[in-house]
C-alpha cells in the first residue's frame, strides 16, 4: 500500500499523495482534545510549501494538493457524459517535474534562473522549486556556477544582447543498472543551452563549449557528482518569444535519452515534445490501455514521438496505429522508440508530418 491511500467517494477510488496517513488524517472536532505532538497541521495537509510560490507563475496551488478543485469539476463533468469510473492520481506531490524551460536572465555576477512572475517578462529565480525533480535544481546550481565562473552573459530581452537565453533541463530516470527502486532519484539530466547566436561558428560559440565542458567535468560520467546525462545547445536568435530556434546540436555525454512509460523504451530527443511528469504519465498511459479494444486501429492526434499511439499498440496489439504531428524533429524519436519494441508487435505503425487541424483524416 503506497504510504498514504485516502479512500474518497465512490466512484472515485483512489487519492495518492507522498505524506503519511497520519498528516492527511481529519482534524479532531474542536471539543476533544488535540495531540500535538504527533498530529501534523491540517492546514500544511499536502501543502507545497515551496519559498518560491509567492513570486513565481509555475505552480497555481498552495494547499491540498492532492485534491486540487479541477478534479472534482473533471469527475462532474465526465459523469454528466455517463462516464462514472474517472479516477486521479496525484502521483508525488513534489519533485514529480522532469522537464523544465528555465528562462536565464540578470547578469554573470548574479544570474537569475527560472519563470516568470505572472504577466510579466521579470524573471524568478527559483532554486529550491519544490516541483522540480531534485537533480534539476542541482543542474540548475551547476549552470549558476559555470555561468558566474565562465562570464557567460545572460540574455538581455530590451538590447537582444547576451549569450544564454534559456535552459531545457529533461531527467531520464531510467538506467537498467541500478535497481528499481533507485532509477527515480538517480536520475540524470540533459541538459540543452538555448545559445544567442545562428550556430556554433558565431563570435560567442568559444563561451558555449566552455559553459558546456564546465557542466560535464563537474557533473558528468567521471566526476565525482554524475548527474548530467548531456549536453545540448540550440541556436535561436529571433527576438520574439520562441525559445527554441530550429538547430540543435548534440556536444557531450550521452546522445540518445531513453525514458520507459506506458510498459515502453520510448526516445526523447531535446527537440521533440515530452510530458513533464513521468510517473503520472506512466499510470495515465496505463489507465488508458484498458479503454481500448485489442486489434483497434488507432490514431494518435497531436502525436509528438508517438508515445501514446505506440504504447497502445505493444499493449493492446493494435492492427494500426497512425501518429499526426506537426513538428517534423519528433520523427526521429518515434522511429527509435519503435526500433526497441518487441518483435512481437506486428502492428502497422506510422508517423505523419501533418497539420491536424487541416488535415481530413
Ligand atoms: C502536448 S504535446 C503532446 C504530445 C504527445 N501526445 C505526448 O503526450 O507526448 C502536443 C503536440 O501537438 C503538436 N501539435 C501542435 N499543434 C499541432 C497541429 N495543428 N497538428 C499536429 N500536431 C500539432 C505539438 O508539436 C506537440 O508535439
Known amino acids: 500500500m503506497p504510504p498514504c491511500l485516502l479512500s474518497a467517494r465512490p466512484p472515485f477510488p483512489f487519492i495518492s499523495c507522498r505524506v503519511s496517513t497520519e498528516a492527511v488524517r481529519t ?21 507545497l510549501q515551496c519559498p518560491h510560490f509567492q513570486s513565481c507563475s509555475g505552480c497555481t496551488h498552495e494547499f491540498n494538493l492532492h485534491r486540487p478543485p479541477i478534479v472534482d469539476e473533471a469527475t462532474d463533468f465526465f459523469k454528466s457524459l455517463g462516464v462514472s469510473d474517472f479516477t486521479f492520481d496525484s502521483c508525488r506531490l513534489y519533485g514529480w517535474r522532469c522537464r523544465a524551460k528555465l528562462a536565464v536572465r540578470g547578469s554573470s555576477v548574479s544570474p537569475l534562473i527560472g519563470l516568470y512572475q505572472e504577466g510579466t517578462h521579470n524573471v524568478v529565480d527559483i532554486p529550491d522549486c519544490k516541483a522540480h525533480h531534485p537533480r534539476i535544481n542541482a543542474a540548475v546550481e551547476l549552470l549558476r556556477q559555470g555561468i558566474k565562473q565562465l562570464n557567460v552573459e545572460p540574455y538581455d530581452e530590451d538590447q537582444g544582447t547576451g549569450d544564454l537565453r534559456y535552459v531545457q533541463m529533461a531527467v531520464t530516470t531510467h538506467n537498467t543498472s541500478i535497481p528499481a527502486s533507485e532509477r527515480y532519484r538517480n536520475g540524470k539530466v540533459q541538459i540543452t543551452l538555448v545559445w544567442n547566436s545562428r550556430n556554433e561558428k558565431s563570435p560567442n560559440s ?14 558528468g560520467s567521471r566526476s565525482n557528482n554524475h548527474n548530467i546525462h548531456s549536453v545540448w545547445a540550440n541556436f535561436q536568435t529571433s527576438t520574439n518569444n520562441v525559445i527554441f530556434g530550429n538547430r540543435w546540436r548534440h ?9 520507459h512509460v506506458g510498459g515502453i523504451d520510448i526516445s526523447l530527443a531535446p527537440s521533440s515534445f515530452g ?11 496505463r489507465k488508458l490501455q484498458k479503454y481500448v479494444p485489442y486489434g483497434a486501429s488507432v490514431t494518435d492526434l497531436y502525436a509528438g514521438a508517438g508515445v501514446i499511439g505506440i504504447s497502445l499498440a505493444a499493449s493492446r496489439k493494435c492492427r494500426s496505429v497512425r501518429c499526426i504531428e506537426i513538428n517534423k524533429e519528433s520523427k526521429l524519436s518515434f522511429e527509435k522508440t519503435v526500433s526497441r519494441l518487441p518483435k512481437s508487435v506486428d502492428s502497422s505503425i506510422s508517423w505523419h508530418n501533418a497539420d491536424t487541424s487541416i488535415v481530413g483524416l
Do not use: V
Not at 568559444?206 to 557533473?219: C, V
Not at 556536444?251 to 525514458?259: H, I, K, S, T
Not at 510530458?275 to 498511459?285: G, H, K, P, S
Open 251 to 259: 556536444l557531450l555525454g550521452e546522445n540518445d535519452f531513453w525514458e
Open 275 to 285: 510530458q513533464a511528469n513521468t510517473r503520472a504519465f506512466d499510470i495515465l498511459l
Open 206 to 219: 568559444d563561451k558555449l563549449d566552455a559553459l558546456a565542458y564546465f557542466l560535464w567535468r563537474n557533473g
Open 27 to 47: 482534524p479532531p472536532p474542536p471539543s476533544l482534545p488535540l495531540n500535538p505532538p504527533t498530529t501534523a497541521l491540517p492546514s500544511l495537509t499536502c501543502a
